[in-house]
């Protein structure tokens, strides 16, 4: 089993930048494939990015690429997300979530969750 918790969120201006931090319990994190997903008030949780457990293959959602970075160190049992270039709609709950399956392809595959961390871009 992995407890996972996030931290890092917070207000930030349109353009700004912000690092989340997720910390996974457990000494099997490097088997996981980590997620990062985002809901947003009276919206449906979506997906943002995930990386497979050897940290090579990485899969961004249209609306971050090229603006949000995921890294994982296995050493630390963490996984982080740096979002640049913020805007208001980035504005939402990020959770991090961990999954036993290589490609995960929905959040109904990932079967631990954090308890999620506010990010809120002003404009």
């Known amino acids: 089993q992995v407890q996972l918790v996030e931290s890092g969120g917070g207000l930030v201006q349109a353009g700004g930048s912000l690092r989340l931090s997720c910390a996974a319990s ?3 994190f490097s088997m996981y494939t980590m997620g990062w997903f985002r809901q947003a008030p009276g919206k449906e949780r ?3 990015v995930r990386m497979r457990r050897s940290g090579d293959i990485t899969d961004y959602a249209d609306s971050v690429k090229g603006r949000f970075t ?15 270039s913020l805007k208001p709609e ?13 490609r995960p392809t929905s959040s109904s595959e990932f079967d631990y969750w954090g308890q999620g961390t506010q990010v809120t871009v002003s404009s």
């Open 26 to 28: 457990g000494r099997t």
């Open 46 to 48: 979506e997906f943002v």
């Open 70 to 84: 995921i890294s994982r160190d296995n050493a630390k049992n963490t996984v982080y997300l740096q979002m640049n």
């Open 90 to 102: 980035d504005t939402a709950v990020y959770y991090c979530a961990a999954s036993t399956a290589l």
